[in-house]
């Protein structure tokens, strides 16, 4: 019998809600909480060895340390398989479920399952991870669709336990990766592109495949007036932040962001800040953080009064940008724009790289 290991946050293992969210990695032995459900769902096909659980915030605080307890616990039952979830549209779960799947398949070599709702932020990087390993099949955006979820993924679970070949996404029906694989076909590529131009033009349906990804069409914000009397903030994708880093942010596809004060500083003082950041040469950043966070510049500003005593935020807001993915920077925007909302700020100054 395929033995499976299957890990969920706190709330799904029946622990507690946002009260318990900073709760460390822990295991139950069989079946808590939503593996319960899933193990109804596998009946004798599979048997989950252990609930391996974690608290939302603790995993995203604790990245590194939550991460290495996770591939302990999984690593000492040996399972053929790993579920992760059902995240539905929760974007911290989702990107846990992710990322526990992405690191349990590279180290482990297993298949790992995961589900959430299509527009989680987790999706895009699931796709960016690109792992042939992990499946993440479709759910509802809340958890009351988590029967039907558990069911599509005891089937997928079932499947591979018994070694069954797993088809395109589109057949299948699990989110697709964008991972293209060569396969032999009776029609030459000319002729299939031809159908689909002829499909097109007549407005019938038709499947690319080659598909591309729609970006949002975003209409600019109209210029502020009397500027020196609006509150404004930075927000900076250069990942210029506190010598050391304190909060562990990584060169690339980061999946948090930060704000640090500067109420007391009048400039950025090299060797007390610091780029992280893969995409371009930081050591001209290190030099003169000012590329990435303007602070010299805006205190002329105030100083020359084009923006009003007071009115600089703060604080500024921070992400190393380097491939990150669109569904994440998405929703870090949105948490973004909520925190200056919040706050009272009316105006931002975008610096990119």
Same mark, same amino acid.
């Given at each position: $019998? +395929?033995?499976?290991?299957?890990? %969920?946050?706190? *709330?799904? !293992?029946? /622990?507690?809600?946002?009260? @318990?969210? #900073?709760?460390?990695?822990?295991?139950?032995?069989?079946?808590?909480?939503?593996?319960?459900?899933?193990?109804?769902?596998?009946?004798?096909?599979?048997?989950?060895?252990?609930?391996?659980?974690?608290?939302?915030?603790?995993?995203?605080?604790?990245?590194?340390?939550?991460?290495?307890?996770?591939?302990?616990?999984?690593?000492?039952?040996?399972?053929?398989?790993?579920?992760?979830?059902?995240?539905?549209?929760?974007?911290?779960?989702?990107?846990?479920?992710?990322?526990?799947?992405?690191?349990?398949?590279?180290?482990?070599?297993?298949?790992?399952?995961?589900?959430?709702?299509?527009?989680?932020?987790?999706?895009?990087?699931?796709?960016?991870?690109?792992?042939?390993?992990?499946?993440?099949?479709?759910?509802?955006?809340?958890?009351?669709? $988590? +029967?039907?979820?558990?069911?599509? %993924?005891?089937? *997928?679970? !079932?499947? /591979?336990?018994?070694?069954? @070949?797993? #088809?395109?996404?589109?057949?299948?029906?699990?989110?697709?990766?964008?991972?293209?694989?060569?396969?032999?076909?009776?029609?030459?590529?000319?002729?299939?592109?031809?159908?689909?131009?002829?499909?097109?033009?007549?407005?019938?349906?038709?499947?690319?495949?080659?598909?591309?990804?729609?970006?949002?069409?975003?209409?600019?914000?109209?210029?502020?007036?009397?500027?020196?009397?609006?509150?404004?903030?930075?927000?900076?994708?250069?990942?210029?932040?506190?010598?050391?880093?304190?909060?562990?942010?990584?060169?690339?596809?980061?999946?948090?962001?930060?704000?640090?004060?500067?109420?007391?500083?009048?400039?950025?003082?090299?060797?007390?800040?610091?780029?992280?950041?893969?995409?371009?040469?930081?050591?001209?950043?290190?030099?003169?953080?000012?590329?990435?966070?303007?602070?010299?510049?805006?205190?002329?500003?105030? !100083?020359?009064?084009?923006?009003?005593?007071?009115?600089?935020?703060?604080?500024?807001?921070?992400?190393?940008?380097?491939?990150?993915?669109?569904?994440?920077?998405?929703?870090?925007?949105?948490?973004?724009?909520?925190?200056?909302?919040?706050?009272?700020?009316?105006?931002?100054?975008?610096?990119?790289?």
């Amino acid at each position: $019998m +395929t033995t499976i290991v299957h890990v %969920v946050n706190q *709330f799904f !293992a029946g /622990l507690g809600g946002e009260e @318990k969210a #900073g709760m460390p990695v822990g295991v139950i032995e069989n079946a808590a909480g939503a593996a319960r459900g899933l193990q109804s769902q596998l009946g004798e096909e599979a048997k989950i060895a252990c609930t391996i659980y974690y608290g939302d915030n603790y995993f995203h605080e604790h990245n590194e340390d939550a991460m290495k307890a996770l591939l302990d616990a999984v690593r000492a039952r040996n399972p053929q398989l790993l579920v992760a979830g059902p995240a539905f549209n929760s974007g911290r779960y989702g990107l846990s479920c992710v990322e526990i799947c992405n690191a349990v398949a590279a180290a482990l070599e297993i298949p790992c399952v995961t589900a959430m709702h299509e527009d989680n932020p987790a999706v895009g990087t699931y796709r960016d991870f690109a792992n042939p390993r992990v499946l993440c099949l479709p759910t509802t955006e809340t958890a009351a669709g $988590m +029967t039907d979820a558990l069911k599509a %993924v005891a089937k *997928f679970v !079932a499947r /591979l336990s018994r070694g069954d @070949k797993i #088809g395109p996404a589109l057949q299948e029906g699990y989110l697709a990766r964008g991972i293209r694989r060569l396969e032999r076909t009776d029609r030459p590529g000319v002729d299939r592109a031809i159908d689909m131009l002829l499909k097109k033009i007549n407005h019938e349906p038709f499947v690319t495949e080659v598909p591309m990804e729609a970006w949002d069409d975003i209409a600019p914000a109209p210029p502020l007036a009397q500027l020196k009397d609006r509150k404004i903030a930075v927000v900076t994708t250069s990942g210029v932040v506190p010598w050391g880093n304190p909060d562990r942010f990584k060169t690339y596809r980061n999946t948090h962001w930060q704000k640090y004060n500067v109420a007391e500083l009048k400039e950025l003082e090299p060797g007390k800040w610091e780029a992280v950041h893969g995409g371009y040469n930081v050591a001209y950043m290190n030099k003169n953080p000012h590329y990435g966070v303007p602070l010299d510049a805006l205190r002329t500003l105030e !100083a020359e009064g084009v923006i009003g005593p007071g009115k600089l935020y703060p604080a500024y807001y921070v992400i190393p940008g380097n491939q990150g993915s669109p569904a994440v920077m998405r929703r870090i925007g949105q948490e973004i724009a909520a925190d200056l909302k919040k706050n009272g700020v009316e105006g931002v100054l975008l610096v990119a790289t």
